[in-house]
Every structure is written in C-alpha cells, then in structure tokens.
C-alpha cells in the first residue's frame, strides 16, 4: 500500500484550521467528504495496479527467479544451505552403505604381515582379560576389607 504523506496528530490540526478559516464551518463536511473520497479512488486504483503487476510476475515467473538471485546473493544463507546439506547427508551416512568407488582399494595382507596383526590382536585380547582380572582382583580385596572393618 502507498504511505500517504507523513504526518502527525499536530499537522492535521493545522490543516484542519486552515481549512476550516478558508471554506468555512458550511461547506467543511462537504470538502472533508470529496477529499476522502479522492484518496478512496486512488487507494484503490493503486491496489489494483499493484495486484495487476504481481499476476504478470506470476505468470512470467519473475518470483521464482528473484528467489534464486536472493538466495545467490545471500552468501550466509548460501553458505549455510550448503553446511546444512551437507550436514543431513554425513547424518544418512553409514558405513556399510559407502561407495567403494570412492575409496582407494584396501591391499592385500601377505601372511607375514597377517601373522603379525595376529600376534598383535592376540597379546592386546590377553592384556586386556588380565587387567579385567586384576581390576577384579582389586575390587573383591578392596570389598573384602570393608567386610572385616564390619566385623570388628
């Protein structure tokens, strides 16, 4: 909508006095009605106008268009559309669905190289059940002394 001209409480006063002083209390109402009516007329009439250009925009596609350059122009936004793709696609993601194509080829342990990883597998699967057994070792005995503590 068009803003009309700017003005406050004090200035319509102003006018209203002067208006007033020059067409007099007779024909005022009369005056005040035309000038409504006139603003009415071109209210409307730029209403129309307006809803006029947007249905052409619509039917041209202008509005599709200038989304796009606003969504280029914004550069955070920009940025951020593509941060949140990206984003939603690593959530998606899961290992056994990745491409192989993208991933170089994973080469092939010889038996040497096998025996070792063996060994390695092996000795930490053995320090790992001898640290649970000692950790359990040391709980019982740490329970063990609180029992003899109750007992005293």
């Not at 209390?25 to 006139?38: S, Y």
């Not at 350059?69 to 951020?80: E, H, I, T, Y």
Request: charged share 30%; glycine share 6%; proline share 5%.
């Amino acid at each position: 909508m068009i803003a009309f001209i700017d003005m406050g409480m004090s200035e319509l006063l102003v006018i209203g006095i002067v208006a007033l002083i020059i067409v007099g209390p007779k024909d005022l109402p009369g005056m005040f009605r035309t000038v409504g009516r006139f603003t009415a007329r071109v209210r409307a009439m730029s209403r129309e106008f307006t809803n006029a250009m947007e249905q052409a925009a619509d039917e041209s596609g202008v509005k599709d268009i200038q989304k796009g350059l606003n969504s280029v122009s914004n550069p955070a936004q920009f940025g951020l559309d593509k941060v949140n793709e990206d984003l939603k696609s690593s959530l998606d993601w899961h290992p056994d669905d990745r491409d192989n194509s993208i991933l170089p080829p994973k080469p092939e342990m010889d038996d040497e190289r096998r025996a070792l990883a063996k060994k390695i597998s092996d000795k930490s699967a053995q320090a790992a059940l001898q640290r649970q057994e000692l950790e359990k070792s040391n709980s019982e005995n740490a329970t063990g002394e609180e029992d003899t503590k109750d007992l005293k």
